[in-house]
């Protein structure tokens, strides 16, 4: 309730400014990541209830329309042009864990013209140049700003109803989503000729209880523990893709570093290798794709040969993986659905296209999806195709979600890493 003028005026202010802005939330379709984000939903429209009798929309991408790729946000623009060009001013996007407060939001954004084309957030930039970002900028990386997804970002709406026509006018025609920060701001940096990423103070990465968090608009709220008792580690049985040549580099570190975490893990390669040991499983080794020796694994996991466990961890013999991490994080998901768990990227979403989850950060699988996959007509077409494609196609024929966490990445404070090469 507003008990004086100034309150009166500001909360007049947040009427006005909340009929004019539209929260994205980036959720998933998987039931752990929807539950979280209708929490998120809710104390929202909570907060934005006490102001106002007309909260403003807010919406859950994974449900917006049939599109696979919406998460890629990109080819979801044109749509919610149409939605909301004529009657706001704002769309803000946020990820699952991001925790907003209401009122030093919009004040936040009452500092910029909202008739401009305006792209707002906490912007990140390269140290040096990546792989992951195929070496753009190479020359001077930092020079290139892209969002924090997880301390929210914004589109004022004549950006927004730009962009929508460049994608109506000239479909994407990137192949590959990867990181879909920094490939969004490239979209809207065209080269130079698009606005640059301004930074917003008020967009923070701080947790929500901090105290430096005080000037913060948004926070990052996480559950802690996660979701409750880790999964015990005799429930995951691993599986580490290696080949003879690799024997006497690689899987020692993995012998010398986590090994020891695991109950139930196999090596499989293309020699067997009695002091290892290794598992040969009779595909011969591949340079690139592995498809072959992947489903050869999926077959093993669900056959008498291995103990029954509720979930598999597929992961390469130069990842590096804190599975009691692991461990606390699959306490979040039901083994019973079809879950599929890592970093996710994309494959030709402006068109139609397919996710799938990058097999070098780990691939984690629950029984369920198993047993769905082979009971399909999921296949490789080659030995060598690339087998976490494969299994994306075939998710995507079996309408079966791809789950992304970070908790599967290359991230060093998370639970998965790549061994650096030599």
Same mark, same amino acid.
């Given at each position: 309730?507003?008990?004086?003028?100034?309150?009166?005026?500001?909360?007049?202010?947040?009427?006005?400014?909340?009929?004019?802005?539209?929260?994205?939330?980036?959720?998933?379709?998987?039931?752990?990541?929807?539950?979280?984000?209708?929490?998120?939903?809710?104390?929202?429209?909570?907060?934005?209830?006490?102001?106002?009798?007309?909260?403003?929309?807010?919406?859950?991408?994974?449900?917006?329309?049939?599109?696979?790729?919406?998460?890629?946000?990109?080819?979801?623009?044109?749509?919610?042009?149409?939605?909301?060009?004529?009657?706001?001013?704002?769309?803000?996007?946020?990820?699952?864990?991001?925790? !907003? =407060?209401?009122? #030093?939001?919009?004040?936040?954004? &009452?500092?910029?013209?909202?008739? @401009?084309? /305006?792209?707002?957030?906490?912007?990140?930039?390269d140290e040096e140049s990546t792989i992951i970002h195929h070496y753009a900028f190479a020359e001077n990386p930092s020079i290139f700003k892209y969002p924090d997804f997880s301390a929210a970002w914004a589109l004022s709406i004549p950006l927004l109803d730009r962009l929508a026509n460049k994608v109506r006018d000239d479909p994407l025609k990137s192949d590959f989503t990867i990181d879909l920060k920094h490939?969004?701001?490239?979209?809207?940096?065209?080269?130079?000729?698009?606005?640059?990423?301004?930074?917003?103070?008020?967009?923070?990465?701080?947790?929500?209880?901090?105290?430096?968090?005080?000037?913060?608009?948004?926070?990052?709220?996480?559950?802690?523990?996660?979701?409750?008792?880790?999964?015990?580690?005799?429930?995951?049985?691993?599986? !580490? =893709?290696?080949? #003879?040549?690799?024997?006497?580099? &690689?899987?020692?570190?993995?012998? @010398?570093? /986590?090994?020891?975490?695991?109950?139930?893990?196999?090596?499989?390669?293309?020699?067997?290798?009695?002091?290892?040991?290794?598992?040969?499983?009779?595909?011969?080794?591949?340079?690139?794709?592995?498809?072959?020796?992947?489903?050869?694994?999926?077959?093993?996991?669900?056959?008498?040969?291995?103990?029954?466990?509720?979930?598999?961890?597929?992961?390469?013999?130069?990842?590096?993986?804190?599975?009691?991490?692991?461990?606390?994080?699959?306490?979040?998901?039901?083994?019973?659905?079809?879950?599929?768990?890592?970093?996710?990227?994309?494959?030709?979403?402006?068109?139609?296209?397919?996710?799938?989850?990058?097999?070098?950060?780990?691939?984690?699988?629950?029984?369920?999806?198993?047993?769905?996959?082979?009971?399909?007509?999921?296949?490789?077409?080659?030995?060598?195709?690339?087998?976490?494609?494969?299994?994306?196609?075939?998710?995507?024929?079996?309408?079966?979600?791809?789950?992304?966490?970070?908790?599967?990445?290359?991230?060093?404070?998370?639970?998965?890493?790549?061994?650096?090469?030599?």
């Amino acid at each position: 309730m507003c008990v004086s003028v100034s309150d009166l005026f500001l909360c007049c202010l947040c009427v006005a400014d909340l009929r004019e802005i539209v929260f994205v939330i980036q959720s998933q379709s998987n039931s752990f990541h929807m539950s979280w984000a209708e929490r998120q939903r809710a104390d929202l429209l909570q907060q934005t209830q006490s102001l106002t009798q007309t909260p403003p929309p807010v919406l859950l991408l994974h449900s917006l329309t049939d599109n696979e790729g919406d998460w890629s946000i990109l080819p979801l623009l044109p749509y919610l042009s149409s939605l909301f060009g004529k009657n706001s001013s704002w769309l803000v996007f946020l990820e699952e864990e991001t925790n !907003v =407060k209401v009122t #030093k939001l919009l004040q936040a954004l &009452r500092k910029f013209d909202r008739r @401009k084309e /305006w792209f707002l957030g906490k912007p990140l930039h390269d140290e040096e140049s990546t792989i992951i970002h195929h070496y753009a900028f190479a020359e001077n990386p930092s020079i290139f700003k892209y969002p924090d997804f997880s301390a929210a970002w914004a589109l004022s709406i004549p950006l927004l109803d730009r962009l929508a026509n460049k994608v109506r006018d000239d479909p994407l025609k990137s192949d590959f989503t990867i990181d879909l920060k920094h490939e969004v701001a490239l979209y809207i940096w065209e080269n130079g000729h698009g606005p640059r990423l301004t930074a917003v103070p008020e967009l923070c990465t701080e947790p929500e209880h901090s105290p430096t968090a005080q000037h913060c608009a948004t926070t990052l709220r996480r559950p802690a523990p996660l979701c409750g008792e880790p999964v015990k580690k005799e429930d995951i049985f691993v599986a !580490v =893709k290696t080949c #003879k040549k690799f024997h006497s580099e &690689r899987v020692p570190v993995v012998k @010398k570093t /986590w090994e020891r975490e695991a109950s139930l893990l196999e090596y499989y390669s293309d020699h067997t290798d009695p002091s290892i040991p290794t598992i040969d499983l009779g595909v011969p080794n591949t340079e690139r794709g592995h498809c072959g020796k992947t489903f050869a694994i999926l077959e093993r996991y669900i056959s008498d040969a291995v103990p029954k466990t509720s979930w598999l961890l597929v992961v390469d013999d130069d990842t590096l993986i804190s599975l009691p991490r692991l461990q606390m994080l699959l306490s979040c998901y039901n083994p019973s659905e079809p879950v599929c768990l890592g970093e996710r990227y994309g494959y030709g979403l402006g068109q139609g296209g397919y996710s799938y989850i990058t097999g070098g950060g780990g691939m984690v699988f629950s029984r369920a999806a198993v047993v769905r996959l082979l009971a399909s007509d999921c296949k490789c077409y080659r030995d060598d195709a690339p087998d976490d494609m494969v299994l994306g196609m075939c998710l995507n024929a079996l309408g079966l979600p791809v789950t992304h966490t970070l908790y599967c990445s290359y991230c060093l404070n998370t639970a998965t890493k790549k061994i650096p090469r030599q």
